[in-house]
């Protein structure tokens, strides 16, 4: 595969993402499987950071800069997640996740991996997502499709019943009223839960485990590669909020990810176009408070803990 889109270097995606498939082994693997006591931090209830997601940062980070020197915007780089640079006038911005699920991690389940993308002005060219408990390895580049483990994937376009379909919903800045309207809706679906781990759940999508994935927060890092990965797929990963797309420079917009088929069947039965409380100021309001939450929690974080992390769970 070849970029599409003009890049001043040529990358090729599949050796790109044996790179960063050896680091994640090596990085997140290694210690695991020792089973000796890790350094972790409680950001805020439930959200951890550990030293393996520093480690991790940090050897991603020389990764990208070596593979192409632009600007990296990592979720361990960003000192408040819910302050999202506008990327939309960056030219080239790889954006990655080095640990994507780290509260899985330390429970010893499998539900995490590592998320890279590279944007141009915002838009997500190249992605790649590994998960190295399990092995599965994603690829997508603009217009070349999309491959796990190698194999080319083309997710599913015929109508079948909500009955049948498996979604996760991403509820911890869902509004209220829509929380509760997808709390409702549980019976209409075969399953409606939630991982804590977008990595994990775009790579169900893939592998045909899992329907839909619904989110209203779009940290970049949290998206940008499963939006592609999904769309290079045939799917269909957008804004479900009325009169918006998704972008990486807009943390606002919501975003499903689905086939299309699917995509359309979910997005009318939970009316998510016609959500009279999500209204910009509504949402923006939203996260000015949880950016300042945040910010309040950091201030008082704990010193870090010592975990003896399980060992690694076989898939």
């Not at 040529?10 to 960063?20: E, L, S, T």
């Not at 539900?111 to 997502?129: E, F």
């Not at 070349?144 to 509820?171: D, F, M």
């Not at 269909?236 to 972008?247: K, M, P």
């Amino acid at each position: 595969m070849q970029p599409k889109v003009g890049l001043i270097v040529q990358i090729n995606i599949f050796d790109f993402a044996q790179k960063v498939k050896a680091i994640s082994d090596e990085m997140m693997l290694v210690p695991l499987q020792a089973q000796r006591p890790i350094k972790a931090w409680e950001k805020r209830a439930g959200d951890f950071v550990t030293e393996i997601d520093l480690a991790m940062d940090k050897a991603i980070h020389r990764l990208l800069i070596d593979t192409f020197n632009v600007p990296v915007l990592s979720e361990e780089g960003a000192k408040n997640p819910y302050i999202v640079p506008d990327c939309s006038n960056i030219p080239w911005l790889w954006i990655a996740d080095p640990v994507d699920g780290t509260g899985n991690m330390l429970k010893g389940g499998n539900q995490y991996s590592c998320m890279v993308a590279l944007a141009h002005y915002g838009n997500p060219v190249a992605a790649v997502i590994y998960q190295p408990p399990t092995g599965r390895l994603a690829v997508a580049e603009l217009g070349a499709g999309t491959y796990l483990n190698g194999q080319r994937v083309s997710l599913e376009q015929h109508p079948r019943s909500l009955l049948g379909v498996r979604g996760i919903v991403g509820s911890n800045d869902l509004p209220p009223h829509l929380a509760m309207l997808c709390e409702r809706s549980r019976a209409s679906f075969a399953h409606l839960g939630s991982t804590r781990a977008c990595g994990n759940d775009y790579l169900n999508i893939l592998a045909g485990q899992l329907d839909f994935s619904l989110f209203l927060r779009t940290f970049p890092w949290d998206h940008a590669p499963g939006h592609l990965l999904v769309n290079e797929a045939g799917g269909r990963s957008d804004s479900w909020r009325a009169g918006r797309s998704y972008s990486c420079a807009d943390s606002l917009s919501g975003i499903l990810s689905a086939s299309p088929v699917i995509f359309e069947q979910v997005r009318q039965k939970l009316q998510l176009a016609s959500q009279p409380e999500l209204t910009d100021q509504h949402v923006a309001s939203l996260f000015e408070r949880k950016k300042i939450e945040y910010a309040r929690l950091a201030e008082a974080s704990p010193p870090p803990a010592q975990y003896i992390l399980p060992p690694k769970i076989q898939p």
